[in-house]
Nanobody, 120 residues
Framework: QVQLVESGGGLVQPGGSLRLSCAAS????????IGWYRHAPGRQRELVAA??????NYADSVKGRFTISRDNDKNTVYLQMNSLKPEDTAVYYC???????????????WGQGTQVTVSS
């Protein structure tokens, strides 16, 4: 089994910054992709940012404001969120495609979510 534990959410004023962390632990042979989704009330869950061995990709709405980074030695991914807007308010979920051994395929795992609220 694989566990993803997120931290770093909270309440911040518009224009402020937050840094989310997600640490993966358990039976990990390799991680193909790891990133962040968010889910706001009344909206569909959307990909915010993801990091693979080939690079990173971002939702258009966060480009230039959010930065994803990955520490492969620690199996941890970070999301630096700057210039936050009220529309960034959502529950942010960590997601990872993990392979537990050389003979298994990649499976999707999710964290429990962390609330980010941007409000004055």
């Amino acid at each position: 089994q694989v566990q993803l534990v997120e931290s770093g959410g909270g309440l911040v004023q518009p224009g402020g910054s937050l840094r989310l962390s997600c640490a993966a632990s358990g039976s990990i042979f390799s991680i193909y992709a790891i990133g962040w989704y968010r889910h706001a009330p009344g909206r569909q869950r959307e990909l915010v940012a993801a990091a693979t061995s080939g690079g990173t990709n971002y939702a258009d709405s966060v480009k230039g404001r959010f930065t994803i980074s990955r520490d492969n030695d620690k199996n941890t991914v970070y999301l630096q969120m700057n210039s936050l807007k009220p529309e960034d308010t959502a529950v942010y979920y960590c997601n990872a495609a993990v392979r537990s051994s050389i003979i298994t395929g990649y499976f999707d795992y999710w964290g429990q979510g962390t609330q980010v609220t941007v409000s004055s």
